[in-house]
C-alpha cells in the first residue's frame, strides 16, 4: 500500500510572503528563534527584521535579501558575484542612497517612459563627475521592476561599464557601428534577470564619426523595439560633441551635476548643446 506523507506547517502566525517565514524557510531562523522575535517586535512595536537583527538572529544583508525576494527585486545581496562594490542598486537595494534612485526612476517613469518614450541618455557637463555610476544604477532599478532594460557605454572615449559589471569590453557598440556585430554583443547580468549591458567595444580612433553613422539609428531602433528602457551612457558634454549625437537619438537627457561645484554657466551650456540637437532635458541629478 502506498503511503503517503504530509507535512503540516508548523510556522504558525506566519503566513506565506511573511519576513518571518521567509526567514525561516531560507533557514536564517529556527522556530524557537521566530517566536523571540515576535515577541520582541510586539514589546517594542518594531518591524519582525529588526526585532531579529537586535537579537542577533541575522544580519541586515540577511534582511536585504528576504526583502528581495518578498517584492521580487533582483538583487546579488550576499551572493557571490564580481560587480562593482559601486552598483548600490544591485548590493544593497534597499539603502537609502539607492531609494533617492528609485525616486528618479518614478519621475522619469511618469514623465517620460509611461508616455510612450524608451529611450534617454545620462550625461555631464564635465567629465570629471561620474554620470556613468547615475546610469549603471539607474539602468539596475529599472530592470529590478522587471522592465526589460538596456544599458549601452557609448562613451567610447573612456567606458566604464564593462569594468563595474565585469563583462568583456569586446564585442561592443564600437564593433555594431562599424558593422563586426550586432545587438547580441549585449549581455545579460547574472542575478539581475532583465538588466543586459552593451559595452563600449574596442576603442576607435574616430568614435565622433561612428555616431553619425546609420548604423547607430538603426541600432537604437532595434534596441526600443527589444527593450523596455533603453538607457545610454555618454561622454561629457565638454569633453566632445559625442554627447549632443547621443542626446539627439535618445531624445531625453539626463544631466548629472556636482552641488556647490559645477558652475551655473556649465549647466546652462550643457542644456542648450542638448536642447540644440533636438532633445530634451528631462532633469538635473545633482551628486
Known amino acids: 500500500m502506498k503511503q503517503e506523507i504530509i507535512i503540516h506547517n508548523q510556522h504558525q502566525g506566519l503566513p506565506t510572503g511573511n519576513m518571518g517565514q521567509l526567514l525561516l524557510d531560507q533557514g536564517k531562523l529556527t522556530l524557537q528563534q521566530a517566536e ?17 537583527i537586535k537579537l542577533g538572529y541575522v544580519t541586515e544583508r540577511d534582511i536585504q535579501s528576504a526583502l528581495s525576494y518578498q517584492f521580487s527585486y533582483s538583487h546579488v545581496a550576499g551572493q557571490e558575484t564580481d560587480l562593482a562594490p559601486s552598483l548600490v542598486a544591485a548590493h544593497k537595494p534597499f539603502d537609502h542612497e ?69 563583462i568583456d569590453q569586446r564585442p561592443g557598440l564600437s564593433d555594431i557601428l562599424a558593422g563586426r556585430a550586432n545587438l547580441t554583443a549585449a549581455r545579460a547580468v547574472e542575478g539581475l534577470r532583465a538588466l543586459h549591458v552593451l559595452p563600449a567595444g574596442t576603442v576607435p580612433p574616430n568614435p565622433q564619426e561612428l555616431l553619425t553613422r546609420m548604423h547607430f539609428d538603426e541600432l537604437m531602433l532595434q534596441a526600443i523595439s527589444e527593450f523596455d528602457v533603453v538607457i545610454v551612457d555618454t561622454p561629457a558634454l565638454d569633453a566632445a560633441a559625442d554627447g549632443q549625437l547621443v542626446a539627439a537619438r535618445a531624445r531625453g537627457v539626463v544631466m548629472v551635476a556636482q552641488t556647490d561645484i559645477t558652475p551655473v554657466k556649465s549647466l546652462n551650456r550643457g542644456r542648450d548643446e542638448i536642447v540644440g540637437s533636438g532633445a530634451e532635458v528631462l532633469g538635473v541629478v545633482m551628486a
Open 36 to 52: 523571540n522575535v515576535l515577541r520582541l517586535q510586539k514589546e517594542q512595536n518594531i518591524l519582525f527584521g529588526e526585532a531579529a
Open 98 to 166: 539607492v531609494e533617492a534612485i528609485r525616486g528618479l526612476r518614478s519621475k522619469l517613469m511618469l514623465k517620460w517612459i509611461t508616455p510612450g518614450n524608451k529611450s534617454l541618455a545620462i550625461t555631464s557637463c564635465e567629465e570629471t563627475l561620474k554620470s556613468h555610476l547615475l546610469a549603471a544604477n539607474l539602468a539596475i532599478v529599472f530592470s529590478q521592476l522587471g522592465e526589460r532594460t538596456l544599458l549601452i557605454d557609448a562613451n567610447m572615449r573612456n567606458p566604464q561599464q564593462h569594468d563595474l559589471f565585469k
